[in-house]
């Protein structure tokens, strides 16, 4: 069934979406472009599954070469990859790659959609694929986008064959053609033609593609050339192409900006075949749909265009506006209305922003916000009222050019204001596969449009519009100069534990800590703490007051009530009760500097490990990769952990030039070098020499997987082993131990089939297929109807120490509270005590 949900984002007398958090004026340049997409009709909608999928290069030839709209849509956020830049995984690192994707299409100028889809990691095939996905959810929302974005063109990245290299990109040419066979179907979806009517594309084309040793093209495709210079950019559009993609920084996806033009490939696959061009049989002009007099104004405003002077368009920019809001067709209306205010903003040269100090702000309490409004044109813009949330105020007040006005207005924020987070984040997802929608209505968009905006009315000349200003917070930063982003809705009152993991051995105590956060005006004076696990309350406690905006409150659970909770894996819940109101969110904040601030609130939880957790080592060298939780969780256990720099491999060389640093490597019972180590330290070149000095001595180097792209080193290990692109990616598959004798498998823990129970996600990815004999596999796992792989954990000897090289996926398996995994992991760093 289809929710509505009621936007306030409004520019003239029609709904938009946007994420902004000012109304600012395109560029001379990019203004000239939008006229020019103005006048061309075709819709192009290029569809895959993830984030960095897209064809930037295409995407940036049909914007800028072609100026047809287009807009990329990735079934899912990419919640299932890895991240190079910090510990967050699945939805936190969803999150971050959709704003990445966001900030890649502010370059190449497409809109972005997505669904409801999760991605759950690597598959290798559509059967695996659709046994997480549901693809009749996934096929309705993907018709969705289709009947709220209108596209004549669907291009798909990938065939729906063994061709596309993973099962989420097989799928997505699978969804993709079955929801151009439904889209135009009233009697399919029939609860989304409440708000959209149905829609008919052209035809699906794959575009086809060289990856590696992969060839899908062929010369009897159809064939366009893209990636020539454009002189409005400076650049062509593969260099273009490169600089959008490069954004997406947690995946490592640094691309070269490649000048020169390039051949992309079609291959037809459902609809109308295109003989000579994309866009064959597509209604191209304003004249074809019978609105001749709209194409005759475009071509006049274009021709006239002055890149000095925008403003001179106004005037007939406000006569088109009039003509195009006599069609007959709605939908068009209302798309291209879009469009055109933009426009006639941008020429008007119009800025607004609604800002305040604070970036946080809580419901019910009252905020100083300052209104900044300029106009930069001759052609008069008129303030005629102003709408504070609640309360309208008139103003009737005529901007003078270039000239900035400022009101000042208290605010107060409603006490029904939603926290601030993401609409697919907002309720528990219906399974590990699917988002939950609160609003079916926001399906596709990349973020819900804000709830709280100032709405402005304005005129220009006699035409009218309203404006919709989001709260927004500014500050002026000493790097970045001035920084303006959403105001943030959090709650009166925040809880969360000290840490996220706790572990706690047999017969011991647990203690823990508990955080509380005040953000309001509000007084806490009296109220109820309670503590559950697994659902059932351990304990309540009074909290009387709290002393001052942040206090920490410990806590001891006695072993004897630990002994009586059967499981290995807690999960610890706190929750405060306090005038008749219950407080239980903890706030997950992201902050890197290609990105806005990101927020979302989870259950004020953390998990517990319990149970014959054995550690033998004390310190621990850690050498860091892509982030991980590894170095955390070590600390957590109880073990020193140490991040190395130079300093610590070469930094004391004694005066013969002598390795004087090997003495400091001795100290560790245990080095670690993180996940994809090999991927994202540069000098990890450097090091490997004396790490190798560090085992042969009698040290013990644990090393995690690494990929075979943009390596620092060759040869890992002291003996050659070759890594490939072999993975089991279901996480429970049984594990074969090829030795049980092993020591690796015996001290400090014993390990059996149970530590393998419980498994997220997978068993490992980049199992090595070639090593040399020194090496001894421990395990023999694979997927369904796949051959044996017993590259999952490799050891051997080496003079007095040991290595071992082990691409099973302990950075998902110890945030998640595995306990198996931490006893296996423990049992590796304590090889060299055995």
Known sequence: MFKKVISIFTLGFYTVFCSAQQVRPSKSSEIYRELKTLKHLPKVLYLAAHPDDENTGLLSWLINDQNVETAYLSLTRGDGGQNLLGTEQGPALGLIRTHELLEARKLDGAQQFFTRAIDFGFSKNTTDTFKQWNADSITADVVWVIRKFRPDVIICRFPPT??????????????????????GDKNAFPDQLKYVNAWQPKRVLWNTFRFGSVNTTAENQLKITAGQYDAQLGMGYGELAGLSRSLHKSQGAGTQSVAGIKTEYFSHVIGEPAKATLFDGVAKTWTSQGNADIDQSLDTIISTFNFNEPEKSLPDLLALRKKVMTLKDADLKKDKLTSLDHIILSCA?????????????VAGDRYNFRLNLISRASNPVVLDQVKWLNQSESVNKTLSKDSLITIQHDIQIPVDAALTEPYWLAKPAVN????????????GLPEAESPLNVLLDLKIGTEKFQVSLPLSFKKLDPVRGDVV?????????????AQPLYVVKENEDLH???????????????????LMCNGERLRGANVSSFNGKETTIDYVIPKNKLATINSSRLQLEANYVADGATYNKKQILIQYPHLPSLQYFTPATAIVM?????????KVGYIEGAGDFIPEFL?????????????????????SGGNGGQNKLSQYDAIVLGV????????????????????????????????NQDTTVDQLGMYNFNIANKRVTEENAEVKFLNPNHKLLNFPNKITANDFKGWVQERGAYFPDKWDPAYEPLFEMHDTDEEPLQGSTLYTQYGKGNFIYTPLAFFRQLPAGNVGAARLFLNFLSAQKN
């Open 162 to 183: 063994a061709a596309a290299g993973h099962g989420q990109h097989a799928a997505s040419a699978v969804v993709a053609e079955k929801a151009f066979q439904l889209a």
């Open 349 to 361: 040269g119009f800025m607004g922003e609604v800002v305040t100090s604070q970036p946080e702000a």
């Open 432 to 443: 590990a596969a699917t988002f939950s929608v609160p609003n079916d209505t926001l399906v």
């Open 485 to 497: 982003e959403a105001l943030r809705i959090v709650p009166a009152l925040e809880l969360k534990f």
């Open 512 to 530: 823990l800590s508990l955080n509380f956060k005040v953000n309001s005006t509000k007084q806490f004076n009296k109220g109820i703490l309670n």
């Open 610 to 618: 319990k149970g014959d957790i054995q550690a033998k080592v004390k």
């Open 635 to 655: 600390r957590i256990s109880g073990i020193q952990v140490d991040v190395l720099k130079d300093g610590d491999f070469y930094g004391n060389l004694d005066e």
């Open 676 to 707: 994809r180590a090999n991927n994202t330290e540069k000098k990890l070149g450097r090091w490997m020499p004396f790490l190798w000095s560090y085992v042969k001595e009698g040290g013990n180097l644990v090393m995690q997987y690494n990929t």
